[in-house]
Structure formats: structure tokens, C-alpha cells
């Protein structure tokens, strides 16, 4: 089995890479440059306009993401994030800068409604890269960061909904398969490049809906939810966080980069492998395939960007300079 999914992986990438941006366009590959999810509309546009006045890449990402931390609209990132199982907001996030090779995270962390700055502080003052849950909020509240519920009325009649569908008798496999509420496994990253080749990236959200608690997603893992080697690009991912750290996912893409693949590619490569990976089969359809999604983002040194998914319906957002484009992701299956 393991031979024909391989075989036929591979046979159903290369139609994909034909859909993409020929060579020649990734020569003409533009710096600056800022890759998001595709809820990063805005969060781009702030983090290019900031880029262009000078700013720091991994700053101007950091100032991008607020935007979407701060918006009570998405279910699944800071402010307005769906809660854990017992109703509380969980965020994770971390940030990488490329000059330094330094990086900064936070998971679990409660009541404050910028997760990726309190990452940002833990790079510049720690010689930490992770905190989590008590610790990363007294050392938020420590460095000034100010307490809020960040539990919007929204959020908390979905949960309340889930909660009265939930079956006492399902175990925790089940609890993830049933009902009609609003759930989310998306994040938000952006990776970002100046006009020097240096790079940033930051990956921030409030994980996989009615998690339990404590649960910790890739999103603040670094190598996982996100990864920069000022050498050669960045890379990051949403979607199914358990699936991204068991696979290394963003240190994948930027590895596959620095083995020569266009962007593209090197994302098609991690996910192909994440599909291969995936075995349980509680995670896999009636045709064998990941009954999941995986998004992985990639930003090369140059300016050249790429994106694919796990399975159709995968977007992102790209800013070359020019404008803010919104663009749907090749995908596995
Ligand atoms: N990728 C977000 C999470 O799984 O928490």
C-alpha cells in the first residue's frame, strides 16, 4: 500500500507544479515580499507597508498578525478564538528572525490577546525560546502585557453548543468527529522577506477548537508551525497541528528549499509525506486519503513564494510589492 500511494503521490504532483509559476517567474521573484494564510489579507498589507518604511521582517509580521489577534470575527486566532474544552481561550504563537537566528514562543497562554508580541518579548529578553500556560502569563504581565477575557459571546455559544451535543460515552477520538459547530483548526502565519533577503516569520492562533486543555498545537513549535534559516527562506503552516509536528513540517520546507525546490514543490514534498505518514484510520477516508488539512507556506530568500494544501480548498495571501493577491493553494487530493 505504502508503494502505490507513493507511486501515485508522485504521479499527481507533477500535473500540479504545471498549474504554478513557471520558472521564469520565480526568476523574476521580487523582494520585498510577505506570505500569509488566507485570512492575512490585511495582516500583509500592514506588514509590507511597514517593510517599506524600513521596519525589521520579523516586526512588520509581528504588527501584521495583531490585526487578525485583535478581530472578534476570526474564530481561530487571539481575541474571539474558539475556547479549549472547558470554555477557555488557549493561544499559542511564535516568532523566528532570520539575522539573528533567534526565535520566541508562547503556548497555552491565557487572557492576553496578543500571543505572537508576548513570543516577540521572550526572543528579545529571554534567552528562552518557549513558555507556557502560568509562566508565559505572568512573564506577559510581567513585561506590561494587560489581562482581558478573551472569550467573545460568539465563541462562547459555540462552545456551548458543542458541549451539549457531546456524548458523555464518546472518548476523545470521537469528541473530534461529531456535530454541526462552528470549529476551526486555522491560524494564522505570515512569513516576510525585506529588500536585504532578510527574514521573518510568525505564526499565531487559538489551536484546534474544544481542545482539551493544555493541548498544545505546532503553531508555537518551532521547526513546526514555523521555521526561518536566513539562508535559504521560511516556511509555515495551518491546519492540523498534530499532523505538522509530526513531521517537522516548516523545517521540511525549508530543508526541501535548500535541497533546490521551487517553493511550491517543497511544500508538495512535505504534505506528500504527510499523506504517506498518516496511517490511523479514524484520519484517512474511504479512498485512504488524509481526511484532513494541512496548508504549508513558503517564502524562499529571492522573494519567490509558494503554497499548497493537503486537500482542496486551501488559500493564501501573497504581497510582492505591488499589491495583495489572494490565491488558492494546489492540493494533494
Ligand atoms: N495549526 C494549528 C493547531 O493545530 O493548533
Redesign the pocket.
Known sequence: MTLNRRTFLAASVAPLLATMPAASAQRAARRPCVISSGNGARAIARAMELIQGGADPLEAAVKGVAIVEDDPEDM?VGYGGLPNEHGVVQL?ASVMHGPTHTAGAVAALENIRNPAQVALEVLRRTDHVLLVGAGALAFARTVGFTEQNLLTERAREAWLRWKANLNPHDDWLDRDQQIDVPRT???IHVSAVNAAGDLGAC?T????SY?LAG?????PLVGA?MFVDNEVGSAG??????A??QSAGSFAVVRAMADGLEPTEACLRVLTWIADHTKRRDLLNGKGEPNFQ?VMYALRKDGAWGSAGLRKGGTFTVHDGTKVRKKECPSLF
Open positions: 481561530s499559542d483548526d486555522g491560524t505564526t492562533t487559538s489551536g484546534l481542545k493541548r498544545v498545537g505546532d503553531s508551525g503552516s495551518t491546519g492540523r497541528g498534530e505538522v509536528i494541512v
